[in-house]
């Protein structure tokens, strides 16, 4: 089958289509024939080398981690799931083998779910990084009716999915962004909107329950005036400085910070699933490419020059 590799860490292109030997479904594993994968920031993060203490130094990686598909095959002890079922779901973004820009990918049952049959599978597969980490970012800073709820990145892969499930939640939502993504966050329910390239949202004066930096381009000192007497500050980039930040606050301050370090489970898919079936979410795909090397190469540029407005997809034939 064909495969998006690569045998270094680089900048794009180190990315290649090879021939790699058909995946082979072990215990309590299944192998999907992808028809569609997205793009998120983790991916070219990895291909970078900037991860390497999680992602290891054995080549050749695959890339992408975020699918939808179809049961091609299951292994022993698969149960629940069966071939021709569609499916969409996370691998681990940190395993060594094809990933999911490939024609096919091999899953744990635990990694996927039934597919919502309102969705295409451009859009399932647009859905399950960036929407559960949306999910649980907004668990972590405890957001419920009438939480004030600055949205940092609103425009971005998580922001997109936080909107309508803060808005499902009850929060009033001021959300951060820039150029056509104001328009975009509006219409998804934002009550205020500030184009970050006219104003700073952090001169604001105003108070919020939570500060979500989906973006992670602040940190917690830099937003604690922003914040309630027991507001949460959240930001999305796993490091030394928010890690410490998270702990500092758990200590010495009524103002917490904490970091999202996603946990992806079949419930968070389930659950996430359940509120796309019937519209309450809608995943949004900003453009569709082919497997092709260039089309892969210009994926993991867009998603690294960082102002993405849709996913970006990945689209395989049925066949
Ligand atoms: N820790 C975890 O478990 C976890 C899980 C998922 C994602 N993440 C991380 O979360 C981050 C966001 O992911 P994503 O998928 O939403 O990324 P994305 O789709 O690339 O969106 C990034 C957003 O950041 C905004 N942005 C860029 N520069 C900015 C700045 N200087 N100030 C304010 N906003 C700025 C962009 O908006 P403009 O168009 O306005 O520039 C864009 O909307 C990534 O770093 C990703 O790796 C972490």
């Excluded at 929060?171 to 975009?184: E, F, P």
Aim: charged share 20%; with cysteine.
């Amino acid at each position: 089958m064909r495969a998006v590799t690569y045998t270094q860490f680089g900048g794009t292109e180190v990315l290649r289509i090879s021939d790699v030997a058909d995946p082979v479904a072990g215990r309590g594993e299944l192998v999907a024939r992808v028809r569609a994968a997205s793009m998120n920031p983790l991916d070219w993060k990895i291909r970078a080398g900037t991860m390497n203490l999680l992602a290891g130094k054995r080549f050749p990686k695959g890339t992408g981690f975020d699918f939808s598909g179809v049961v091609e095959s299951c292994g022993p002890e698969v149960v629940g799931l069966k071939p021709g079922d569609e499916i969409f779901g996370q691998l681990s973004p940190f395993a060594l083998g094809s990933g999911t820009f490939a024609e096919k990918c091999i899953a744990r049952t635990t990694q996927v779910v039934l597919k919502p049959a309102a969705l295409s599978f451009a859009e399932a597969a647009a859905a399950p990084c960036a929407g559960m980490s949306a999910l649980q970012s907004l668990r972590h800073c405890q957001i419920g009716q009438g939480s004030r709820v600055l949205l940092i990145g609103a425009s971005g892969g998580l922001g997109l999915f936080a909107i309508p499930m803060a808005k499902r939640l009850g929060a009033q939502v001021t959300a951060v962004c820039s150029g056509q993504g104001i328009d975009l966050v509006r219409r998804l329910g934002a009550d205020v909107v500030i184009d970050r390239q006219k104003a700073n949202p952090l001169a604001l004066g105003q108070e919020y329950d939570a500060v979500l930096d989906l973006a992670a381009v602040s940190t917690f000192f830099a937003c604690r005036h922003l914040l309630a007497p027991r507001g949460i500050y959240l930001n999305t980039m796993p490091g030394a400085g928010t890690l410490w930040s998270q702990c500092w606050t758990a200590l010495f301050s009524a103002r917490k910070a904490r970091v999202l370090m996603l946990k992806p489970s079949a419930r968070a898919l389930e659950e996430l699933g359940a509120m796309m079936a019937i519209g309450e979410v809608r995943p949004r795909v900003g453009r569709i490419f082919p497997l092709d090397v260039d089309s892969v190469r210009e994926m993991h540029r867009l998603s690294q020059d960082g102002h993405v407005l849709g996913k970006l997809v990945l689209e395989l034939p049925a066949n």
